[in-house]
């Protein structure tokens, strides 16, 4: 994987319990955590990028507008499945406005779904053949995600590649992963353990750590381009507030 830059009523924990792969990663998951492991994971997964396209980039990054996603492909079991994983999202982050768009007009997240031995060509056509082979040789990616942000750090649209023949567990992992990363935390980090945005991890579920991370960069208090400074200064609060939800949204005990 890679990164390039309803009232009181919730879904079932995950719409994929079913594989034994993920089942057995949720029956194992870790829920409790300090306040310290969730700041310095989210300080680290919401800063700079694990592939600089541009150099390094030390502003939050995330949408201030409603996200819209289409899927472009053939399959349609995967769209499905997809829709599910965007409803997903959507159910476990508060203050994120997340859902399918009907065309790709209509969205700011395209979702390319292709066959694995297309993966290479796709990139390259996202992103020219000197920057597939770069990406390549730095991270080797089963999927991909990148975006493009403005002048104020506002995600104004992200591109997300998924392959649709590598099994049921490679794309639930894929699709999860690289569809939060083109919300804005694409800095994979090998130093977090309990993250699926650290490449040595595999979920193929939102998991308990990592919706604390979305809800702390999506919280309103939270703002496009503050600086690690800035977002410190307000997290003891904001976390607060995102430890309620996440415990709410999970049925987790007090």
């Known amino acids: 994987m890679g990164a390039v830059a309803v009232g009181e009523t919730f879904a079932p924990y995950t719409a994929f319990a079913d594989i034994p792969a993920i089942a057995q990663r949720?029956?194992?998951?870790?829920?409790?955590?300090?306040?310290?492991?969730?700041?310095?994971?989210?300080?680290?997964?919401?800063?700079?990028?694990e592939y600089h396209l541009a150099g390094r980039v030390d502003r939050i990054r995330k949408y201030d507008v409603p996200v819209r996603?289409?899927?472009?492909?053939?399959?349609?079991?995967?769209?499905?499945?997809l829709a599910k994983i965007v409803a997903d999202i959507a159910e476990r982050v508060q203050h994120l406005d997340i859902a399918m768009a009907g065309t790709n007009e209509d969205a700011n997240v395209r979702v390319k779904l292709v066959r694995d031995r297309d993966l290479q060509r796709t990139i390259a056509t996202f992103y020219g053949s000197e920057r597939a082979r770069e990406i390549r040789s730095s991270l080797d990616p089963q999927c991909?995600?990148?975006?493009?942000k403005n002048e104020k750090f506002e995600i104004e649209h992200s591109d997300v590649?998924?392959?649709?023949?590598?099994?049921?567990?490679?794309?639930?992992?894929?699709?999860?992963?690289?569809?939060?990363?083109?919300?804005?935390?694409?800095?994979?980090?090998?130093?977090?353990?309990?993250?699926?945005?650290?490449?040595?991890?595999?979920?193929?579920?939102?998991?308990?750590?990592?919706?604390?991370?979305?809800?702390?960069?999506?919280?309103?208090?939270?703002?496009?381009?503050?600086?690690?400074?800035?977002?410190?200064?307000?997290?003891?609060?904001?976390l607060a507030d995102v430890r309620a939800w996440v415990r709410k949204v999970n049925n987790l005990p007090q």
């Open 161 to 238: 590649i998924l392959t649709v023949d590598n099994g049921d567990f490679v794309f639930f992992d894929c699709a999860y992963e690289e569809l939060l990363q083109s919300l804005g935390p694409i800095n994979d980090t090998p130093s977090v353990p309990w993250t699926m945005f650290n490449d040595n991890v595999s979920m193929g579920y939102f998991d308990i750590y990592d919706q604390y991370l979305l809800n702390l960069l999506y919280d309103p208090r939270i703002k496009p381009g503050m600086t690690v400074e800035e977002v410190s200064a307000l997290l003891p609060d904001v």
């Open 144 to 148: 991909l995600s990148g975006f493009r």
């Open 26 to 49: 949720q029956h194992t998951e870790k829920k409790i955590f300090t306040d310290s492991e969730i700041v310095e994971g989210f300080l680290k997964v919401a800063f700079g990028a």
């Open 69 to 81: 996603v289409f899927a472009d492909g053939t399959r349609a079991d995967r769209k499905a499945q």
